[in-house]
């Protein structure tokens, strides 16, 4: 029999989006909960992401008379969905409880008093598809003031953006040179930042403040939040969980659940060896993710007979690396680069091979797969000079003069003439001079024969708003040229263990590990092999973690 030290109602294993999530959904239910954080900073990778939530039939949507429902989702994600193989954590039923509770988890979130909008424009990423929603289903928190944290606003995780801003305002704000609407986001962002110093505000955006806003809900309500306490053992009796081993004060601390123990700790974005294991020919050194995503958790959850799935999944970032890039850093993401005019992306053989905008988990999967035929990692983006005079590229300014340490260290190539890039990146000059020459056409003809890149709103809402007549077309054309390699990041592994509608985590036979529950990416996930959506690793994780407290409390009503 096990000798525990403290019982507390319900235990949460990690802080990202899920985990807080679900401890709030228990707090409000007037139960007890401790959350474990095994790191001195709160947040998890969901602090470092956007932030955004893929919510079909929200709120939001219902006001502004947007047409969306049950059905019209589920008829865009079944058909996302269809005939994929070896996807348990993507069965109907998880489908249509997603479906039917992610509302109710946003509306719960709002009735909390997190504040949440939705974004305009944010088109599904495969909006061409019946049920596909060209507005698209995203929502985000509101920006926040982490001067309002207190003490705790030094152990927030850092963001990915310093600036004021909603995320879609800030994807707009680069164009400030070439647009009057930009300029207005800028001077909107300059009167911000003016008004917070002001009145001693210090406005945070994105995912961090997204993790700020549930963190301040959920120290009101009275949370036990505890950094530097990383659980090393799920403990067991009878066959269900009862409790977790963790560190307190540096000595052996075991807990008692009386409800259950919810695993959101993230995936192994960081573990090498089980990269090696699931996702081979992927890096560690190409994540976004937060440095504590590695897998443990899933191990440990396995260990007690655990069924995983979906584990060669990640939810892709493809990334590139600047001089000095060091591992755990935030990567500069490419989508954005290669989905706008006078770009593209050709293998190592300097060949084109796919829509260069799109899902960005659909781009880093299309790089692995082309690896498996085609040496494709790390691919090249192939830009001109009419591409650094009007966008950014990997941080830096439009028409901004890039660090000399680029061109030194070999990581911007820069040539004359085509045939002379393709030497310096060991390309045949016929092969990629055949390549641009053949984009070119599409151009003219302002149809992409190859790939249909633009055909889809979302490729459009990646490229240019001032380029016509299409947003993603422009043609290469006008020298210098430059190269720079890409990379399949991501922003977290997207497999892990399997559940059940109730959020429960299931043994190889289906059998339920009673007192397990799971979300985010420790689980495999609930949209199977795709990405419908911005958001659709958030908005599921903290769902399933709304879901599983839900369940969790009933068992003592």
Not at 35 to 54: C, D, I, N, P, Q
Not at 207 to 212: C, T
Request: glycine fraction near 10%; hydrophobic fraction near 35%.
């Amino acid at each position: 029999m096990t000798q525990f030290d403290e019982t507390v109602d319900y235990i949460v294993v990690g802080s990202g989006g899920g985990a807080m999530s679900g401890a709030l959904t228990m707090l409000a239910q007037g139960k007890q909960v401790i959350m474990l954080e095994k790191s001195e900073l709160v947040g998890g990778t969901t602090a470092r992401s956007g932030g955004v939530m893929w919510i079909p039939n929200n709120r939001f949507l219902q006001q502004d008379g947007i047409d969306d429902s049950y059905e019209k989702a589920s008829t865009y994600l079944e058909g996302l969905c269809e005939g994929q193989k070896d996807a348990p954590g993507s069965t109907p039923l998880r489908r249509q409880t997603y479906l039917q509770q992610a509302p109710q988890m946003l509306d719960f979130l709002i009735e909390q008093g997190i504040r949440i909008r939705r974004y305009p424009y944010w088109p599904d990423y495969y909006d061409e598809r019946p049920g596909g929603l060209e507005t698209g289903r995203c929502v985000g928190a509101e920006l926040f003031d982490i001067n309002e944290l207190g003490e705790w606003k030094d152990k927030l995780r850092p963001g990915f953006m310093e600036y004021p801003v909603m995320v879609d305002e800030a994807l707009l704000m680069a164009n400030f040179r070439r647009s009057w609407r930009s300029f207005k986001i800028l001077l909107t962002m300059i009167g911000r930042s003016i008004k917070a110093r002001l009145t001693g505000k210090q406005y945070i955006s994105a995912g961090q403040a997204l993790q700020g806003r549930l963190l301040q809900a959920l120290l009101e309500r009275g949370v036990d939040l505890r950094t530097e306490s990383p659980v090393t053992e799920l403990l067991v009796t009878d066959g269900a969980v009862t409790g977790v081993l963790t560190e307190k004060d540096g000595q052996p601390w075991r807990i008692q659940t009386r409800l259950g123990v919810l695993v959101a700790a993230g995936g192994f974005a960081h573990n090498q060896s089980m990269r090696d294991q699931y996702i081979p020919s992927t890096s560690d050194m190409w994540t976004s993710a937060a440095p504590t995503d590695t897998g443990e958790m899933i191990q440990e959850m396995m260990r007690h007979g655990a069924a995983v799935a979906q584990m060669d999944e990640m939810v892709g970032n493809p990334c590139t690396l600047p001089p000095g890039s060091r591992k755990g850093d935030i990567r500069a993401p490419v989508q954005g680069i290669t989905a706008k005019p006078h770009a593209i992306l050709v293998d190592q053989t300097g060949v084109r091979y796919m829509n260069e905008g799109g899902s960005y988990m659909a781009y880093s999967k299309g790089m692995l797969d082309r690896h498996e035929s085609n040496p494709a990692v790390p691919s090249w983006a192939i830009l001109d000079s009419q591409f650094l005079k009007k966008y950014m590229l990997a941080g830096t300014m439009p028409g901004s003069k890039k660090p000399q340490e680029w061109y030194d260290s070999g990581y911007l190539k820069k040539a004359d003439t085509l045939a002379e890039l393709a030497q310096m990146i060991d390309v045949l000059p016929e092969t990629l001079q055949a390549t641009v020459e053949r984009f070119n056409g599409f151009v003219e003809r302002n149809h992409d024969e190859d790939f249909k890149r633009g055909e889809r709103a979302y490729d459009r809402w990646l490229g240019d708003f001032l380029n016509k007549p299409s947003e993603t077309l422009g043609k290469i054309e006008q020298g210098p040229f430059y190269a720079l390699s890409v990379f399949p990041g991501d922003v977290s592994t997207y497999g892990g263990v399997v559940t059940d509608e109730n959020s429960r985590v299931l043994r190889k036979d289906g059998s339920v590990i009673e007192g397990l529950y799971a979300t985010g990416v420790s689980t495999a996930s609930v949209m199977g092999r795709t990405y419908p959506g911005a958001g659709a690793s958030i908005g599921p994780a903290c769902t399933w973690g709304y879901i599983a407290a839900h369940h969790a409390a009933s068992k003592q009503d």
